[in-house]
């Protein structure tokens, strides 16, 4: 994939979009908390981006913004994790769709059933879930390109991350993505 020079022109006057770049892995949980704080149950957010560009930290934010019980991790065997909120909030429903490969295996996922009472988070989930809500938020995490190892956090600035977000529907066209990092 190319650098897209291409600027934030939106076409689409529904969608809301803007991106954001996030220094380290502690940056990232706290954009996910901030976004926490506009999520309402009946939202679905997909998360695309490399292995280890950050959706897993992203989702611990939102989880700890949501204030949601039980550990946000990286499922090994577990596809999608239901965590119940602790107080009044919705629930976060944890996705994570890589070693799904059909619209069957996420139909056996039975998403439908919990949308509505929940934030809907699926890692990988690019081209499998559009169909579950009307409204969608998509963000993309990429790390820095050029000079950098991208298998090593090691390196200066490694950290750092540039994350898309892009919402997809009415429900999103207020959003101020640049807001959700002051
Ligand atoms: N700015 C950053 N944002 C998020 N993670 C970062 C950042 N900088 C460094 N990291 C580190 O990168 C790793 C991201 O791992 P994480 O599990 O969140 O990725 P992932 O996208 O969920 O991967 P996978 O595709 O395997 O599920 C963590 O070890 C985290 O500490
Ligand atoms: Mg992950």
Do not use: N
């Not at 039975?110 to 009472?117: G, M, N, V």
């Not at 790390?143 to 977000?165: H, I, L, M, Y």
């Amino acid at each position: 994939m190319s650098d897209d020079p291409t600027p934030s022109t939106s076409t689409d006057a529904a969608a809301a979009h803007g991106v954001v770049v996030l220094p380290d892995a502690d940056a990232t949980r706290a954009f996910g908390r901030a976004l926490a704080g506009v999520l309402r149950a009946g939202d679905l957010v997909i998360l695309t981006g490399d292995l280890g560009a950050g959706k897993t930290t992203l989702t611990q934010g939102i989880g700890a913004g949501l204030g949601v019980r039980g550990q946000v991790a990286s499922p090994t065997f577990i596809v999608a994790r239901e965590h119940p909120p602790l107080g009044d909030g919705p629930a976060l429903v944890h996705v994570d769709a890589y070693r799904l490969g059909s619209l069957d295996e996420v139909d056996a996922l039975d998403l439908d059933s919990s949308l509505d009472d929940s934030v809907t988070v699926v890692e990988w989930g690019s081209g499998l879930v559009e169909a579950l809500a009307g409204d969608r938020l998509e963000i993309v995490l990429e790390r820095p390109r050029g000079g950098v190892d991208p298998r090593s956090d090691d390196a200066p600035e490694a950290g750092e991350r540039r994350v898309t977000v892009r919402g997809v529907g009415p429900r999103w066209s207020g959003l101020d993505v640049a807001a959700l990092t002051r």
